[in-house]
């Protein structure tokens, strides 16, 4: 149950994010969430499309390093603690968190994180068990 | 081993033979240019030197020097030591700076070259029955021609594609069944690498012979390893004739330097002649050139010779990979780094492509180094711990390597400007 996220290394330069993003409209390719994380030099975007593969033949195409990774698409249940729970649930079994961000689209009443771990197969399982959604590659796809 | 070998009369030409043919010809061209090239027919003249008092090349050290900037003060045909109407050919290599220098070539000249050129390629097993491929720009490098004209000689095909469109490269090497190369080495791992992106793990390439810029033993591995060939390392400067001054045979321990149409030497730091083994700048007289004969030119190339018998049978000298340019060495806080030394500590942190450029800039009083250096895919993570990680390895890999701190910047593929197929390894913004 996992989702596959596009991470694509952009140079500090002025111009790149908009080059990039004008590459997959360009393309047709829609960005259904998006983060960057940056150093002084680069930064990483990384992304969920409805298409990665697509997205990645035409980003490396246009001279871009691509690398296609799995994450999983949590569904936030909507209260107070939501959010916490999850990452509770993945701290009791030492599944370390390299990153999360969230969604800009809702999964009917649910918020959207995509997160990655260090042990997916461990966390599928251990949230799922608690009865947290996640959603799969075509879910996010009909999104 | 079987060593296929072109002219073994001059090539295995004993050592005294070699050097009575030397002192011969380099007495013949001192007296062309005293009598064709004002040039140096003044600096004999201020030496008190005539053609007389060069007996063969045990005088080699009254002789005097050419630097680059000689070639550039007489630009474009002052150093010729023949009429326009007997220079059939003309190259210039691309100056860094301002004009470039430009050379003459006589038929009789183009003819030496595609001889010494044929010697190459027979180094490097390539004979008639070779498909050659030849990637080299063609024009008013010498890349391209040289390299023609050599495979040409030993009845090779030549396939005369010239530099760049890395598409219609693989192509022909697929449907034209290529059995050799010659290229940069850096378009050399490029081409392996689009080969290897395409899946295509099958070629019919044997042999490659790839100069033109310095190189490592670490990429000559890789290459080798990933187009399953042998690559051999050539040598040449448009100013001396172009590729195959020198070129390693399949012993691929030094280029062996065709000495009968070329006296090198290494040059110390007090302008002395030194004895082979010892490292320092090499120059070449050239001795059967006619079109633009050089005295003592010093190449800035920073290397060594030997003489010791090679397991080819060949008895000309052979010079050790080029360790460095003497003109283009950076002093970084009192440090010498030469590029090559960086591109072996890329080269160290497994599978980095040397798509490098190294940038230096004056901080004050600080000097700074930064290496550019172009993102592989294998290393694209989606983690900026892991790119951290990368860029401290590399950091870390220069300060073994050069010894010297630098910082390191990771760019995009293709961020690097690169022409005719090689990268400007060197940006020093303190000269500017
Ligand atoms: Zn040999």
Redesign the pocket.
């Known amino acids: 149950m996992y989702v596959k996220q596009i991470s694509v290394f952009i140079e500090n330069t002025p111009g790149r994010l908009a080059d990039f993003t004008k590459v997959l409209e360009d393309a047709g390719i829609d960005l259904v969430s998006l983060s960057i994380a940056d150093t002084t030099n680069f930064g990483i975007l990384r992304g969920i499309v409805a298409d990665p593969e697509k997205a990645r033949e035409t980003l490396a195409q246009h001279g871009y390093t691509v690398k296609v990774t799995d994450v999983l698409a949590v569904c936030v249940p909507d209260r107070p603690g939501g959010l916490a729970g999850i990452l509770e649930k993945l701290a009791e079994k030492n599944i370390a968190l390299e990153y999360l961000y969230s969604f800009v689209r809702k999964a009917g009443d649910h918020a959207l994180i995509i997160v990655r771990v260090d042990q997916p197969e461990e966390a599928v399982r251990v949230l799922t068990d608690a009865g947290i959604k996640l959603l799969s590659q075509d879910e996010v796809r009909a999104l | 081993m079987e060593?296929m070998i072109w002219n073994p009369t001059m090539e295995c030409m004993p050592r005294d033979q070699l050097r009575a043919l030397q002192d011969d010809r380099l007495k013949d061209v001192v007296r062309r240019v005293y009598e064709s090239v004002p040039f140096y027919r003044d600096k004999m003249q201020k030496l008190g030197l005539t053609p007389k008092d060069i007996h063969g090349v045990a005088d080699i050290e009254l002789l005097p020097f050419t630097e680059k900037q000689d070639l550039r003060d007489h630009y474009p045909y002052g150093m010729f030591a023949v009429p326009q109407s007997e220079i059939v050919r003309i190259h210039a290599s691309s100056g860094t700076t301002g004009k470039p220098t430009v050379v003459g070539y006589t038929s009789g000249d183009i003819d030496r070259w595609a001889e010494m050129m044929a010697r190459s390629m027979y180094?490097a097993n390539i004979g008639k029955n070779d498909i050659v491929q030849v990637a080299y720009g063609y024009g008013l490098f010498t890349g391209g021609l040289g390299a023609h004209y050599g495979a040409e000689r030993v009845g090779a095909s030549v396939i005369p594609i010239s530099g760049g469109n890395t598409t219609r490269q693989l192509m022909l090497i697929q449907d034209f069944g290529s059995t050799a190369l010659c290229c940069t080495p850096s378009y050399a791992l490029n081409l392996a690498e689009a080969l290897q992106a395409e899946g295509i793990t099958e070629t019919k390439l044997k042999s490659g012979i790839f100069g033109a810029e310095p190189w490592t033993e670490a990429m000559r591995e890789k290459i080798e390893e990933m187009l399953h060939i042998d690559a051999i390392n050539i040598y040449g400067l448009s100013e001396v004739m172009g590729p195959g001054v020198s070129v390693?045979?399949?012993?691929k321990?030094g280029m062996?330097i065709w000495e009968d149409h070329f006296l090198p030497e290494i040059i110390g730091e007090n302008k002395e002649s030194l004895p082979f083994g010892e490292r320092g700048d090499l120059a070449f007289t050239t001795l059967t050139k006619h079109g633009m004969p050089l005295l003592r030119y010093r190449t800035h190339d920073l290397c060594t010779l030997t003489d010791e018998p090679?397991?080819?049978?060949?008895t000309h000298v052979?010079m050790g990979r080029v360790m460095g340019r003497t003109d283009d060495m950076l002093i970084i806080r009192g440090v010498n780094v030469f590029p090559s030394q960086v591109e072996h500590a890329l080269l160290q942190v497994e599978g980095i492509v040397p798509q490098y450029q190294i940038v230096v800039e004056r901080q004050g009083t600080l000097d700074t180094m930064e290496v550019q250096v172009e993102l592989s895919p294998e290393f694209m993570s989606d983690t900026v711990r892991d790119m951290e990680a990368l860029e401290r390895r590399i950091v870390n890999s220069i300060a073994a390597h050069a010894l010297v701190h630098a910082t390191v910047k990771l760019c995009q593929p293709g961020a690097i400007p690169r022409s005719e197929g090689k990268a400007k390894r060197v940006i020093d913004k303190r000269m500017l």
Do not use: N, S
């Open positions: 060593h180094c390693e045979c399949m012993c321990q062996h090679c397991a080819c049978g060949r052979r």
